[in-house]
Nanobody, 131 residues
Framework: QAALVESGGGSVEAGGSLRLSCAAR????????MAWFRQAPGKEREGVAA???????????SPFYSDSVNGHFTISQDSANVYLQMSSLKPEDTAMYYC?????????????????????WGQGTQVTVSS
């Protein structure tokens, strides 16, 4: 069974940067919606960013971002991983970050951040930002 494995989390000071990786080769090589979610203690899971992974050299289109991270997080991919580059980190970015995969059709403006729809999840990687 295809798996998602996150890495790259850690502890940083406010203003710092981290890059999260999600090993997802089996998903990237097919048409899928790959997303990052996060969940802080006592809070609901929140969609952070999503990207369409399409094969055959086609353009997957623009990624999606939540308003809270737009402009300082960037989602990207290569042939084996989906990345989340996080810059200008704030204490409120502290959370467990999860990679998720679902059908390409999930990557729409209205649907990309609906975590309950995604069937495949990684185990998560912790990000802690201190002030």
């Amino acid at each position: 069974q295809a798996a998602l494995v996150e890495s790259g989390g850690g502890s940083v000071e406010a203003g710092g940067s981290l890059r999260l990786s999600c090993a997802a080769r089996e998903f990237i090589n097919n048409d899928n919606c790959m997303a990052w979610f996060r969940q802080a203690p006592g809070k609901e899971r929140e969609g952070v960013a999503a990207i369409r992974t399409v094969g055959g050299g086609r353009d997957g289109g623009s990624p999606f971002y939540s308003d809270s991270v737009n402009g300082h997080f960037t989602i990207s991919q290569d042939s084996a991983n989906v990345y989340l580059q996080m810059s200008s980190l704030k204490p409120e970015d502290t959370a467990m970050y999860y990679c998720a995969a679902g059908p390409l059709a999930y990557c729409t403006g209205a649907g990309w951040n609906k975590g309950a729809r995604f069937a495949y999840w990684g185990q998560g990687t912790q990000v802690t930002v201190s002030s």
